[in-house]
């Protein structure tokens, strides 16, 4: 039933290992999303208070320290909280970028 509201497309360059620098290594993939710019105050994974500049819904298993691409920019992913269901499985995050 998500799906229906998820009728924007993001690209989602998710992490797939590191370099000989120790640097991300990132592989693509197209997904469907629901992108709303709006500024908030989120905390990052080190717990500090950051702003995000959107919150993008979607039910790819998206990280932080992955990147989306909209609007011809790339926004790092700050953090990512799950919305699950009554038996656990996860309908739906919400990132933070």
């Known amino acids: ?3 229906n509201y998820l009728n924007q497309t993001a690209t989602w ?4 290992g590191r370099n000989d ?3 991300p290594t990132f592989d693509s993939k197209t997904i469907n999303c629901r992108w709303e710019g709006k500024r908030r105050l989120v905390r990052n ?5 950051v ?9 790819e298993d998206v990280k932080v320290g992955d990147l989306l691409e909209y609007g011809g ?3 790092p992913v700050i953090a990512v909280p799950e ?4 038996d656990g ?7 933070a970028v």
Not at 51 to 59: D, K, P
Not at 83 to 86: G, I, V, Y
């Open 73 to 75: 920019r790339s926004w």
């Open 21 to 23: 620098y120790g640097e």
């Open 83 to 86: 919305a699950p269901d009554l």
């Open 51 to 59: 702003v995000s500049e959107a919150r993008v819904l979607c039910i």
């Open 13 to 16: 360059h998710y992490v797939t």
């Open 89 to 95: 499985e996860v309908l739906l995050r919400e990132v």
């Open 45 to 49: 994974k080190d717990g500090q208070e």
């Open 1 to 3: 039933m998500i799906n």
